[in-house]
């Protein structure tokens, strides 16, 4: 019993880990421009959900200019989400496309031509 229990907190160290190194990596230290906030929030949807760890990493990319991206919350409509084909939150729809998981603000501005 002691084994696996120690191999658990292993395991979630290394996940916990992971996940930091990721968050680290792809995070803007600049914050994004008000500009290509606004034109990736014209252009995209954002699928969230209230309390998702991924939701918030995502929103914290772009800083207190988040406030232009379009944010759709799951939780107040599930049916629409679920319609939509949302399996998995943060989701964008961009140009008809659902893309899953946190993106880079690079990745936005480029699927979405900003």
Do not use: H
Request: proline share 2%; charged share 20%.
């Amino acid at each position: 019993m002691k084994k696996s229990f120690r191999l658990l907190i292993t395991l979630a160290i290394v996940v916990a880990v992971v996940l930091l190194a990721f968050y680290i990596k792809n995070r803007n230290p600049n914050g994004i421009s008000e500009e290509d906030a606004k034109c990736i929030g014209e252009k995209s949807v954002l699928y969230t959900q209230i309390g998702c760890y991924a939701c918030s990493m995502q929103e914290d990319l772009f800083g207190e200019n988040y406030q232009y991206v379009n944010d759709f919350v799951c939780n107040n409509d599930w049916d629409s989400c679920l319609a939509k084909g949302i399996k998995a939150t943060p989701t964008w729809e961009i140009n008809g496309q659902m893309i899953e998981g946190v993106q880079t603000i690079e990745k936005l501005k480029e699927l979405t031509g900003c």
